[in-house]
């Protein structure tokens, strides 16, 4: 083999590693209090944003904050400088997402939600670790 050719392989394979470790690295990464996505259950005649249709893989934080016991989703610990909300999903992705879909449902930093004809006042909190 060339060194040319050789060279140029490994490179690829260098580049092709460092995606790899990028895609699985920010997932270990993470640091400060968690935050996490919470649900309460709310009685309004205010404009919601429809979330009866919502995959639990598109929003793990919103179905897992309405589904569990305490109204809390699993916890988000942001990485440091920044580099993990680059490369991961947040619960801050799912309130800017769902404050797209319905502009009018957004109060006080969180959005008002419907689902399965509940309503709830999602919004990201942080609790002391």
Not at 1 to 18: F, G
Not at 48 to 58: D, H, K, P
């Amino acid at each position: 083999m060339r060194p040319v050719t050789r060279n140029l392989l490994v490179a690829i394979a260098v580049i092709a590693l460092a995606l790899l470790a990028l895609g699985v690295l920010p997932s270990y990464l993470g640091s400060g209090n968690p935050y996490y996505l919470t649900a309460e259950p709310i009685e309004t005649a205010e404009p919601t944003a429809n979330a009866t249709g919502l995959s639990e893989r598109r929003y793990p934080y919103l179905t897992g904050a309405i589904g569990s016991d305490d109204g809390r989703s699993e916890p988000y610990l942001m990485g440091p400088y920044g580099l993990k909300e680059w490369f991961t999903h947040t619960p801050f992705d799912e309130v800017d997402a769902l404050t797209r879909r319905a502009p009018a449902a957004e109060a006080d930093g969180g959005v008002r939600v419907e689902r399965d004809g509940e309503t709830y006042y999602v919004e990201v909190t942080q609790s002391p670790a």
